[in-house]
């Protein structure tokens, strides 16, 4: 009696098992997914005029180059939801604005980007191409580079011989169009412009003088990044 209740418990548990596996097989073969790569620039200027110490300073954010990976999964024919992530420089220039020529201090910076979004597509083709448009929320980071913080704490920043330069987060959202242009059976070729909203960096300075900073950046508002980029997407699971 043993003997067959353990053959019998083996039989139930590779049934349940191929019966696993089968299902596991016909998810893959089922599934879409869409992964993308794609490169370009980035003009997220944010240019601000502010005052320390009774002198007028001018603030801009330096156009950068921009990296981008993401993951798209179809829902339907026209409708997608994408995550990204997103990688390149934008530069922080401080001018004084009572001293001519006006030459900026530089502090190196990066703005890392990640992103959730609902893409819709168009559903024709025009000369091959498939345009769509796009919009989501995004979690963005400027950080100074190593090298713009040692320069803030041994220069200074603006007004003040020492400051302490930081990364600063942002919630924002994104909205842009594009183009598709299927290339091969699973790569099409994409072109993305999106314009990356949120609220002005100051890199950890605070907006005015406080216990713990000599040094103020009071800048506000809102910061576009316009974005424009091109590469490939590659098409994986069931067409």
Same mark, same amino acid.
């Given at each position: 009696?043993?003997k067959?209740?353990? %053959?019998g418990?083996m039989?139930?548990?590779?049934l349940?098992?191929s ?22 620039g ?9 005052q320390?110490?009774?002198? %007028?300073y ?5 156009h &950068?180059t921009?990296?981008?990976v993401?993951v ?8 997608s #939801?994408?995550?990204?992530?997103s990688? @390149?420089?934008?530069?922080? #220039? ?9 030459? &900026? ?12 979004? @609902? ?11 498939r ?15 190593p ?37 091969m059976?699973?790569?099409t070729f994409?072109?993305?412009?999106r314009?990356? #909203?949120? &609220? ?20 506000s ?6 974005e424009?980029?091109? &590469? #490939? ?7």
């Amino acid at each position: 009696m043993m003997k067959k209740t353990v %053959q019998g418990l083996m039989a139930l548990a590779v049934l349940l098992l191929s019966t696993g596996a089968a299902q596991a097989r016909d998810l893959f073969q089922n599934m879409q997914l869409d992964v993308f790569v794609l490169g370009g620039g980035s003009t997220l200027v944010d240019a601000q005029n502010w005052q320390a110490a009774g002198v %007028q300073y001018h603030s801009r954010l330096d156009h &950068g180059t921009k990296f981008t990976v993401g993951v798209d999964v179809p829902y339907g024919k026209l409708l997608s #939801i994408e995550t990204a992530f997103s990688y @390149g420089p934008n530069n922080l #220039i401080v001018t004084n604005e009572n001293v001519f020529p006006h030459v &900026g201090v530089l502090y190196q910076a990066n703005n890392y980007l990640g992103s959730m979004s @609902g893409v819709v597509h168009a559903p024709w083709t025009l000369f091959h191409l498939r345009p769509y448009a796009e919009g989501g929320v995004e979690y963005d980071r400027f950080s100074p580079t190593p090298a713009a913080i040692a320069l803030a704490y041994k220069q200074g920043f603006a007004s003040v011989s020492t400051a302490i330069m930081n990364h600063n987060d942002k919630f924002g959202c994104n909205l842009g169009v594009g183009l598709d242009r299927k290339i091969m059976k699973r790569l099409t070729f994409r072109i993305d412009l999106r314009d990356h #909203i949120t &609220g002005s960096p100051a890199f950890g300075i605070p907006p005015r003088p406080n216990v713990n900073s000599i040094a103020a950046f009071p800048v506000s508002g809102r910061a576009n990044n316009i974005e424009y980029t091109a &590469g #490939i997407v590659i098409h994986l699971g069931k067409l």
